[in-house]
């Protein structure tokens, strides 16, 4: 049985995720989309809301579990038994950002090895980050980002 693991922000998901997420199904028999935290973020969604949001885009995939966790990834991978990460790379920047975090998963706990997918050229452009800047600029968010996540956004507005 062949697991892997995606952690990331997802704050929020976006159509390149997704993309890194249907790619992963395809090649293992279990991917766990891990809602993690990274103290270089800002967050609009907390983690049980983007938990949320990502199961309910998950559901298609019967493969694909969503799991939140706060804490170190090598602990959630080390106490699941999983010993594949995987992540998505978009350009020179994620590369050297990914790098150091790697080689810092490493020095924690040398079991532990990561799969980097590069992201369809379609999509590379996507960032949560610029998404999170429409979005609270009032911008459609259609082009980047699944409906369901789209209308989690919109709610979270209005509160
Ligand atoms: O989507 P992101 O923000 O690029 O994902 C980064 C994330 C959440 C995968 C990374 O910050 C992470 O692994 N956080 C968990 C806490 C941890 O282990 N930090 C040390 C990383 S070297």
Redesign the pocket.
Same mark, same amino acid.
């Given at each position: 049985m062949q697991k892997v693991i995606y952690? &990331?922000?997802?704050?929020p998901l976006t159509f390149g995720h997704l993309d890194i997420i249907e790619r992963l199904s395809r090649q293992f028999d279990e991917v766990v989309v @891990?809602i993690?935290?990274?103290?270089?973020?800002k967050y609009i969604l907390d983690i049980i809301e983007r938990k949320t949001a990502v199961t309910k885009v998950c559901q298609k995939f019967s493969n694909v579990r969503v799991d939140a966790?706060e &804490? @170190?990834?090598?602990?959630y991978v080390k106490k699941n038994n999983i010993n594949m990460i995987a992540?998505g790379l978009r350009n020179a920047r994620d590369y050297e950002?990914e790098m150091?975090?790697d080689h810092?998963?490493k020095t @924690?706990f040398p079991d532990v090895e990561t799969l980097y997918l590069i992201s369809r050229p379609e999509l590379s452009f996507i960032s949560?980050t610029l998404v999170k800047e429409i979005a609270s600029l009032g911008g459609d968010l259609k082009k980047f980002v699944p409906s369901e996540v789209e209308a989690y956004i919109k709610k979270k507005d209005k509160k």
């Open positions: 952690p &990331g922000s997802f704050d @891990l993690s935290w990274s103290s270089q973020k966790f &804490g @170190l990834l090598v602990e992540k950002y150091t975090m810092m998963n @924690l949560s």
